[in-house]
Nanobody, 128 residues
Framework: QVQLVESGGGSVQAGGSLRLSCADSSYFVSTYCMAWFRQGPGKEREGVAGFESDGAERYADSVKGRFSISRDSAKNTLYLLMNSLKPEDTAMYYC??????????????????????WGRGTQVTVSS
């Protein structure tokens, strides 16, 4: 059973940094088949960072150049390093996993229907 647990959220001033972690203690899914989403106040949930079918990193335009996704396959953990944070980054950040066969090549990286497991989220608040 896949269990995703996010951590690392908190409050930070604009320009600061945070590092989020998403651990799957079940070791059931490849970290290439995991991604980060977020949902800000009054907004729909959107993809933030993930991996394309060729393994290349993919980022939302709003975070490109500031956020960096990484993985530790040995620990089955996904990370999101967030630099130069802005108030607009304030949101609940979710880790998602796709356990389907050939998950890396299936669907769109930021397509929410691709993922069948979701973490409970970790709050990130950026003040001005």
């Amino acid at each position: 059973q896949v269990q995703l647990v996010e951590s690392g959220g908190g409050s930070v001033q604009a320009g600061g940094s945070l590092r989020l972690s998403c651990a799957d203690s079940s070791y059931f899914v490849s970290t290439y088949c995991m991604a980060w989403f977020r949902q800000g106040p009054g907004k729909e949930r959107e993809g933030v960072a993930g991996f394309e079918s060729d393994g290349a990193e993919r980022y939302a335009d709003s975070v490109k150049g500031r956020f960096s996704i990484s993985r530790d396959s040995a620990k089955n953990t996904l990370y999101l390093l967030m630099n130069s944070l802005k108030p607009e980054d304030t949101a609940m950040y979710y880790c998602a996993a796709d356990t389907s066969p050939g998950c890396l090549s299936r669907g769109w990286t930021f397509g929410q229907d691709k993922y069948n497991y979701w973490g409970r989220g970790t709050q990130v608040t950026v003040s001005s």
